[in-house]
Each structure stands twice: as structure tokens, then as C-alpha cells.
């Protein structure tokens, strides 16, 4: 008697699968105001509103002197203009009005006094003798000057709510007087690897053993996304000792990410783990590398708890590499309340030929070359970490697609997956 076996779902497509991730993800709950010096690459809980303009006074953009234009309406070569110097306004001083008839001696950033409306450039300027200023052209009104509120305007929003913080971000928080922020609590998250043939560095590499790239690999891009991160080390491949460690890892997390073990062998224990322990809502996307990516959830202990999301890497060291850069970093971002999490994708012309094309989304390693094309790796395996540091990103490369040298192609990138 023969028996049909079980027709598995089709694989999603990369763009579906990142879908329903992203409309899964809900910012983490928590705010916390801290100090602004100490928020980089964190997320802003709330939009950042300026209290003043900036600058909050009209100042001069250059080294000169301050004046009224109409005082040099008839200033020319053959008849200069000479007006006395009624003051001198250094940067963080306090500026009087400007007489008719003078001149205020100004520097870059000074305040310009009241009554002057331009200011002339001390190149463009001769002291005379007698302690006066002579000019042998006119001055425009508004020249030189940087208006009160040029670069931001008293109640506008600088900063909305969902930016994550880079340093220049931090400096424009700081012009306009934000000692403190609130920002999104830090995402935590709960890593392990599975496989009884990994050993850590500074160990012995035993006959069939390999180190444990990945552990490195995925905590550093967890650091960078400003995660708080909870190493539970490497887990036997025991379906028992990996449902403890989900159960473990639930409790206090905000996600479960997991690394090897989520594809179909005997020895792979995380996807029927977490079935057992929670859900598995999406497995398999149809991408090279990185097919066995899987997402779900794990309960909580008490069912009032709720859940931990969980996401399942493959363990071949490129893969994870690529499904963190392309599924759970956008994930995470989301998380921690970032509405803009896409990468910038870029129109480059590929100075190479690949005579077939997969049936799966490949992203394939390159690097910009000196003519400005793109070459590839040449060797495309999921087990080839070399490709990842030699290459500046990947291109994302259709499904059935052959890749004609000369041809415009989608590249991506590593600076865009990794900030």
C-alpha cells in the first residue's frame, strides 16, 4: 500500500516574508529618558520640539563689520565711505544698537547689533588712520547676516518620534537646549546556537568540530542595533534541552533569535521545539542564500504573559549573515519603534556575467570596482564567510534571472544593512 507524502506550503517570496514580519512587529513597551551625550543609536520615544529659533538672534557669517546699508548708498572706489567704529561685538556677546553714521566690528557668530541690516567683509574694508573704517562699495541689506531662526524655527518638530539617534541627530538635539531624551526602551533579545559540532574559540577543534562564527557574528549586529542581549551560549541537539532553553529564553525577552537547527534533518530540533513550546508562523523563504529562515512565537510562562517572537536562522555562516541583515534587522528596528527601516537600493551596472539564474531570490556578495561597476565573489557558497568581508554589499537578483555584463542591477549596500 503506497502512501502520498505531505506536500509542503510553497516557499514565500522575500518580499512577502518580510511583510509579515513587519506587520507582526510592535515597539517594545518602556520609556526612559537619559542623557543626551549617552543616547546614541537609540530611538526616540517622542517627537523632539525646539523651544527656540536657531540662532536665536540675527548673526554675522563672517568677520566684518556690521553697518547700515544706507550709510554706503554713495560708496565707491573714487569716493570711499568712512564711518567710525562705535563698537566691537565678539561671538556670546551682548551687541547696543547701531548708531547712524558708524560701524560695529563683528566676527563670525557675533550678534548683529540692532539697526544694522548688512554686513561688509573686513576683506572688503581699510582701517584709515583716524581709527574709521572706509568701504568703497555698497553694501546689500541682509548680506552676510544669518537670520534668527535661519536653521530652525521656535515650536517646530527637529526630531520626530521613531528616529534613531546618529550623532549629528544628537548635536541638532543639543542646539536647541535637550540635555535629556525619551527614548524606546532597549530591545531585548535572547540568542542561543544549536549543533553538537560547534566549539568556541580558544577551545580544541576536535575531529568534525567547526567554531561558532555566528555566535560572533549575530552578537555584533545585535550590539549595533542597540539591543540588550542575553547570550544563552550553545544548546545540545536535544529536542528537550532546546525547548528549556526557549522556555528560558521567554520569560524576560522581547525576541528569541536562534541560529542552526531550523531546517528538516533528524538532527534539527528548533522548529518542532518551538511548535511544541509556542508557533511557528512562517518557515522557509525562497531565497539563496538562507531558505531555512523561520518566525513565530514562544509562550510566556504564564499565558497572561503573553509571548516572546522568535526568529530561526539557518546556521551556515553566510545565510544567518544575510537573513539577519535583510529580515531581523528591519524587525528589530521596528521593535525598538523605527518606522523607516528599508535599506537605500542603488542602480549599479554589474561588469560580470551569470549564465543562469536561480529559481530563488539570490543576493549574491560584490564589491565596487575601480570603474565603478560591480564584480562578484567568485565562489557564491553559504558557507564562504570570506565573501561577506571582501564584498560591499549584496545584490538582490530576481528569481530566473542571468545577469548580462553591462547590465543595470539592484545592489545594496553592507553601510545600509548595518546602521
Known amino acids: 500500500m503506497s502512501t502520498t507524502p505531505a506536500t509542503r506550503p510553497p516557499m514565500l517570496a522575500t518580499a512577502e516574508a518580510l511583510a509579515i514580519l513587519l506587520a507582526a512587529a510592535r515597539r517594545v513597551e518602556g520609556?526612559?529618558?537619559?542623557?543626551?551625550?549617552?543616547?546614541?543609536?537609540?530611538?526616540?520615544?517622542?517627537?523632539?520640539?525646539?523651544p527656540l529659533d536657531v540662532?536665536?538672534?540675527?548673526?554675522?557669517?563672517?568677520?566684518?563689520?556690521?553697518?547700515?546699508?544706507?550709510?554706503?548708498?554713495?560708496?565707491?572706489?573714487?569716493?570711499?565711505?568712512?564711518?567710525?567704529?562705535?563698537?566691537?561685538?565678539?561671538?556670546?556677546?551682548?551687541?547696543?544698537?547701531?548708531?547712524?553714521?558708524?560701524?560695529?566690528?563683528?566676527?563670525?557668530?557675533?550678534?548683529?547689533?540692532?539697526?544694522?541690516?548688512?554686513?561688509?567683509?573686513q576683506e572688503m574694508a581699510t582701517a584709515t588712520d583716524d581709527g574709521r573704517v572706509a568701504f568703497a562699495q555698497p553694501a546689500r541689506a541682509g548680506e552676510w547676516i544669518t537670520p534668527q531662526g535661519a536653521d530652525i524655527r521656535c515650536g517646530s518638530v527637529i526630531l520626530p518620534a521613531g528616529t534613531r539617534l546618529t550623532p549629528q541627530a544628537l548635536g541638532l538635539a543639543a542646539s536647541v537646549g535637550c540635555a535629556a531624551l525619551d527614548v524606546v526602551k532597549r530591545t531585548r533579545v535572547a540568542v542561543f546556537f544549536t549543533g553538537d559540532e560547534l566549539t568556541m574559540p580558544?577551545?580544541?577543534?576536535?575531529?568534525?568540530?567547526?567554531?561558532?562564527?555566528?555566535r560572533f557574528t549575530l552578537r555584533a549586529l545585535l550590539a549595533q542595533l542597540g539591543c540588550e542581549v542575553t547570550d544563552l551560549g550553545i544548546v545540545p541537539d536535544r529536542l528537550d534541552a532546546t525547548r528549556d532553553t526557549l522556555r528560558q529564553a521567554a520569560r524576560d525577552h522581547d525576541l528569541i533569535l536562534t541560529c542552526g537547527g531550523v531546517s528538516v534533518g533528524e538532527e534539527d530540533h528548533v522548529k518542532p521545539a518551538v511548535e511544541a513550546e509556542g508557533r511557528i508562523s512562517m518557515w522557509q523563504i525562497a531565497m539563496k542564500p538562507g531558505k531555512p529562515l523561520a518566525f513565530g512565537a514562544v509562550r510566556r510562562g504564564n499565558e497572561n504573559d503573553g509571548e516572546a517572537f522568535f526568529i530561526g536562522l539557518p546556521g551556515n555562516p553566510v545565510s544567518s549573515f544575510c537573513t539577519f541583515l535583510l529580515f531581523v534587522r528591519p524587525f528589530v528596528l521596528r521593535l525598538a519603534g523605527v518606522e523607516e527601516v528599508a535599506p537605500r537600493v542603488f542602480p549599479m551596472r554589474a561588469d560580470f556575467t551569470q549564465k543562469k539564474g536561480d529559481r530563488r531570490n539570490e543576493f549574491l556578495r560584490a564589491r565596487v570596482n575601480d570603474a565603478g561597476g560591480l564584480d562578484v565573489f567568485e565562489n557564491q557558497s553559504s558557507a564562504v564567510l570570506t565573501s561577506t568581508v571582501w564584498g560591499d554589499g549584496l545584490i538582490d537578483n530576481p528569481p530566473n534571472h542571468a545577469i548580462v555584463a553591462g547590465e543595470i542591477v539592484r545592489f545594496i549596500p553592507f553601510s545600509e544593512l548595518m546602521r
Open 31 to 50: 520609556v526612559e529618558a537619559i542623557d543626551t551625550l549617552d543616547a546614541l543609536g537609540r530611538v526616540l520615544a517622542t517627537d523632539v520640539v525646539s
Open 55 to 121: 540662532p536665536p538672534m540675527h548673526t554675522s557669517s563672517m568677520d566684518g563689520y556690521a553697518v547700515r546699508a544706507a550709510d554706503l548708498a554713495g560708496a565707491s572706489e573714487g569716493q570711499p565711505v568712512a564711518l567710525s567704529v562705535s563698537q566691537r561685538v565678539p561671538a556670546g556677546h551682548v551687541a547696543a544698537p547701531l548708531a547712524a553714521g558708524t560701524a560695529a566690528r563683528v566676527f563670525t557668530g557675533a550678534t548683529v547689533p540692532p539697526g544694522a541690516d548688512a554686513v561688509v567683509m
Open 202 to 214: 580558544g577551545e580544541p577543534l576536535r575531529e568534525g568540530a567547526i567554531y561558532n562564527s555566528n
